[in-house]
């Protein structure tokens, strides 16, 4: 997975409370990407980053927070978790925006109760 | 919104056939990729044809590209079982700035031995 980590793999939390998903690379890559997965929707962008403290929303924002404080890190947060997050989680990294090819990771499965 | 969307929604095939999807989408664009993903995995990133380029070849792999229909294809030859995947359509809209990939919804590949 193109040297890119996302942790937790798995998580089951309560509504109203609070989720940070942790994306880590190791290719130095100055792009990096957050979506979310749902069946019948495909991947949907949640927000982005293009370079440190750098970033912007998606198209799924609303309830996402996200930080980059490091190249390396970008951290998505869920301000108070409700069961329409729910979803699986992937991050992505690129190098270049002309051609913007993206490298994801394993993905992390949120389940919100 | 979505931006591509992909036909048919599921493709099911024997080893050696060829399979053909589809994506079509809305705006004018920089380049349109394909994604594979594994159940369970993240996408790889497969092909990436830019909007002045009409036919594109990697080993198996056969994308074509239409403009004016705002259509693509992707042609998978010979087939084998590891090719069973989710296939995705990802087009880099044709506005200035920061360039981000929108997915289609996807198409489900079963290759049976």
């Known amino acids: 997975d193109a040297g890119i980590t996302q942790s937790p793999r798995h998580k089951v939390t309560e509504t109203g409370t609070p989720v940070t998903l942790r994306c880590h690379q190791t290719e130095n890559h100055r792009y990096m990407y957050w979506y979310r997965q749902d069946p019948g929707h495909g991947l949907r962008l949640i927000h982005y980053s293009y370079g440190v403290k750098d970033t912007d929303k998606g198209e799924v924002s609303d309830g996402y927070s996200v930080s980059r404080s490091k190249t390396e890190d970008f951290l998505l947060t869920l301000e108070s978790a409700t069961s329409s997050q729910t979803s699986v989680y992937f991050c992505?990294?690129?190098?270049?925006?002309?051609?913007?090819?993206?490298?994801f990771g394993p993905g992390t499965r949120l389940t919100v109760l | 919104s979505q931006q591509g969307e992909e036909d048919p929604q599921a493709l099911s095939i024997q080893e050696g056939e060829n399979a053909t999807m589809n994506c079509s989408y809305k705006?004018?664009?920089?380049?349109l990729q394909w994604y594979r993903q594994n159940s369970g995995r993240g996408l790889v990133h497969l092909i990436l044809i830019r909007s002045n380029e009409r036919e594109k070849h990697s080993g198996r792999l056969r994308v074509t590209l239409d403009t004016s229909k705002k259509s693509s294809s992707l042609l998978i030859t010979a087939s084998r079982a590891a090719d069973t995947a989710s296939y995705f359509c990802a087009t880099d809209a044709g506005n200035t700035g920061f360039q981000k990939l929108v997915f289609g919804t996807g198409t489900r590949l079963l290759v049976s031995p």
């Open positions: 992505a990294i690129g190098h270049s925006v002309i051609y913007n090819e993206q490298f």
């Open positions: 705006t004018s664009i920089n380049n």
